[in-house]
Structures are given as C-alpha cells and as structure tokens.
C-alpha cells in the first residue's frame, strides 16, 4: 500500500490562504490523490480528489507535481470552520476498496 | 436528503461482552466501509461490503464481523471485546462504480470498553 507523509500540524490566520502538504514518494500510476478533512466530533468528509491535473472544487484547489510525488491541498481564505484534521490519502484505480489513512495534518486557524 | 446515520451514538460494554453497531448509508448507496479511529490516530479500515458479501477486509481479527442487508443497510458485530477496542467506530458508504468514488461517513459510534 502506498504510503503518504503530513506535518502533524500546522497553524494559519484567519481570512488567509493555507497550503497543507503531502508527499507520496511511492505513488503508481494509477493511484488518485484523495483529500479528506474531520471537524472535531464528526467523521471524515470529502474535500478533493486528483490524478495528474491541478483540481478546483468549491472547497479546495489540488496541486499536484508533475512527478506526482508531492501534492498540495490549497484552501484561499482559511476560517475558524476550517480548523480540522486533513488527510491526504491514495487509492489505487481498481484492485482495492479501502482508503489508508494516516495521522494527518491538524490545522489551527487563528482569529 | 439524510446522509450516513449510525447507531447508537455511544456505547459503554464490559470486556468480553459483544457488541453490534448499525449503519445506514446515504440514499443511492450500495457500498458500506467500517473504519476504526483510535484517539488521535487516522482511521482504520475493518472491511467493505457490497451486494451484502465481505469485498475486502483489513488486518483485523474474526472477532469483527458485519453483514449486509438488501436495503444496503449494514451492522458491524465485535465479539469477546478488549479493552483496545474502546475506539470511535466510523462508517462510509459509497456507490459502486469504477475509479474515484468518493465515500461519505457517518458521525461514528463511541465505543468504551471497560
């Protein structure tokens, strides 16, 4: 299984854009970036996925580097709702079901 | 639209006893994972179900054990509980299909063991 690597925490200011990173240097092929975040007291909820291209969502913006070994997770203006544990996982195309977690970034937003 | 529910909230059993937890996944669902998050650990995945058969399952014991219902619905079922199962227990369902489907997870039920 594919492993990824996080800071286990970051700090940002509110209202200002945070860049949370994530290295897979064993990345395949065929393995898309998932992003995943947990609010205190509830489960984890999607914010973003991506293979090869930079991705957009309402939520997010993925960078992905050209070797794909590293990604970013890109949040424009941070706030206070956006203090949760980020995690960066991949998934294989096909052949498996399960997402590998790992301890995440624990992101603290400042008023 | 009700998204993933599961029951009960918290729960409090005493070692050896058993344990069942219920899952409902979000409408138009067909596919039921079961993680287990220690404090202050990820999630762990126990196993998946789709078509109400075990798909995949991860490194854990028999002890754990889920079923399927035809309405997708789904239980996770712990037998002889240790103490190191005090977790949050989460779960996540999904629709079947091919690539990056993402999964969307419940609150989790708080298990204590003591």
């Known amino acids: 299984d594919a492993k990824t690597t996080q800071p286990n925490s970051m700090e940002s200011n509110e209202e200002e854009p945070v860049h949370l990173p994530c290295n897979h240097s064993?990345?395949?092929?065929?393995?898309?970036i998932h992003w995943y975040r947990q609010l205190p007291s509830q489960g984890p909820e999607y914010v973003i996925h991506?293979?090869?291209s930079n991705v957009n969502n309402r939520m997010a913006s993925l960078a992905i580097a050209e070797d794909r070994k590293s990604s970013t997770l890109i949040l424009h203006r941070a706030t206070l709702r956006d203090a949760a544990v980020y995690y960066c996982?991949?998934?294989?195309?096909?052949?498996?079901?399960?997402?590998?977690f790992g301890t995440g970034t624990r992101l603290k937003v400042l008023a | 639209d009700a998204g993933v529910t599961q029951s009960p909230t918290h729960l409090i059993k005493t070692r050896g006893q058993q344990v069942t937890l219920r899952c409902s996944p979000k409408?138009?669902?067909?596919?039921v994972s079961w993680y287990q998050q220690a404090l202050g650990q990820g999630p762990q995945f126990i196993f998946q179900?789709?078509?109400?058969?075990?798909?995949q399952r991860g490194n854990f014991p028999d002890r754990f054990s889920g079923h399927q219902f035809p309405n997708y619905s789904s239980e996770l079922n712990v037998n002889a509980l240790l103490l190191g199962d005090s977790a949050l227990y989460l779960c996540?369902?999904?629709?079947?299909?091919?690539?990056?489907?993402?999964?969307?997870f419940g609150p989790g039920t708080r298990l204590t063991v003591t």
């Open positions: 996982i991949l998934r294989p195309f096909s052949g498996t079901y399960k997402y590998i």
């Open positions: 409408s138009g669902h067909d596919t």
């Open positions: 991506g293979l090869t």
């Open positions: 179900y789709y078509e109400e058969e075990e798909r």
């Open positions: 996540a369902s999904s629709l079947n299909r091919g690539g990056t489907y993402e999964q969307y």
């Open positions: 064993t990345i395949s092929g065929t393995d898309y």
